[in-house]
C-alpha cells in the first residue's frame, strides 16, 4: 500500500523550533518529489515547500522562506520539515503529498497522495 | 503574487450538475489540479493537468481550462460528492491554491 505518515507534531512556544517528519512506504520514493502542505484551523490548503527527487530543486513559499528548511533521506524513504522561528500563524495540520513529476513546478502530475497530517501548535 | 480565486460554496440537488470556477490571470497557460477535501479528512487529487482523472476517480468529475478560468464539474451529483474543493497551479516556482469552495448538496 503506498503511504505517507506524518509525524512530529507537538505545542511549541513562538519563537521555537520543530521537526516534521513523513515516513513514506509502498512506492519508489526516490522517483518522486514531495511538498508540505499545511492548513490552520478551519482554514484552506496552503503550500510550504517542495522538493524534487534528489533535492536538486527546493521551493519554499513566501510565509516560511528563510525559516523553514526542506530535505530528505531517499536511501530513508522520508521527507523533513525543519521549522524555526515558529509564530502563532505556523498552527495548522501539516501534511506531506507525493507529486510524479522531475521537478515539481512544472505541476503536470499534481499532489497523488497525502498523509493523514501532523498538528502543529505554536502558543504560549 | 499570484492568486487563485474560488467561489466560497456552491449548491446542488442530488442528480443535478455542480460547476466549480478557478480564476487566475493567464491560468489558461499552467496545468491545473483539483483536490476533494472531506471533512476530517486529507486532500484527495481529482484532476490533474487541467482534464485527467486519477485511477478511481469517477467519470462524473471532469474539467477544463482556458484563458482566465478552470472549471470543474461534478454530474449526477451524489451526497458522497459533498466536500471542499480547490484548485491548484504552480506561478514562479511556487505552488498556489484557491481558496476552496464548499459543495453542498441539497
Given amino acids: 500500500e503506498v503511504q505517507l505518515v506524518e509525524s ?4 511549541v512556544a513562538p519563537g521555537g523550533s520543530l521537526r516534521l517528519s513523513c515516513a513514506a512506504s509502498g512506492f519508489a520514493f526516490s522517483s518522486y518529489s514531495l511538498s508540505w502542505v499545511r492548513q490552520a484551523p478551519g482554514k484552506g ?12 530543486y527546493i521551493y519554499y513559499g513566501d510565509s516560511v522562506k528563510g525559516r523553514f528548511t526542506i ?9 523533513f520539515l525543519q521549522m524555526n522561528s ?3 500563524d505556523d498552527t495548522a495540520v501539516y501534511y506531506c503529498a507525493r507529486d510524479g513529476g522531475s521537478n515539481p513546478a512544472v505541476g503536470a502530475y499534481g499532489m497523488d497522495v497525502w498523509g493523514q497530517g501532523t498538528t502543529v501548535t505554536v502558543a504560549s | 503574487s499570484y492568486e487563485l480565486t ?16 478557478c480564476s487566475g490571470d493567464k491560468l489558461g497557460d499552467r496545468f491545473v489540479s483539483w483536490y476533494q477535501q472531506r471533512p476530517g479528512q486529507s486532500p484527495v487529487l481529482v484532476i490533474y493537468q487541467d482534464t485527467k482523472r486519477p485511477s478511481g476517480i469517477p467519470e462524473r468529475l471532469s474539467a477544463s481550462n482556458s484563458g482566465d478560468t478552470a472549471t470543474l464539474t461534478i454530474s449526477r451529483t451524489q451526497a458522497m460528492d459533498e466536500a471542499d474543493y480547490y484548485c491548484q497551479a504552480w506561478d514562479s516556482n511556487t505552488a498556489v491554491f484557491g481558496g476552496g469552495t464548499k459543495v453542498t448538496v441539497l
Fill in chain 1, 8 to 11: 512530529g507534531g507537538d505545542l
Fill in chain 1, 45 to 56: 490548503l496552503e503550500w510550504v515547500s517542495a522538493i524534487s527527487y534528489y533535492s536538486t
Fill in chain 1, 71 to 79: 530535505s530528505r533521506d531517499n536511501a530513508k524513504s522520508s521527507l
Fill in chain 1, 86 to 88: 515558529l509564530r502563532a
Fill in chain 2, 6 to 21: 474560488q467561489p466560497p460554496s456552491v449548491s446542488v440537488s442530488p442528480g443535478q450538475t455542480a460547476t466549480i470556477t
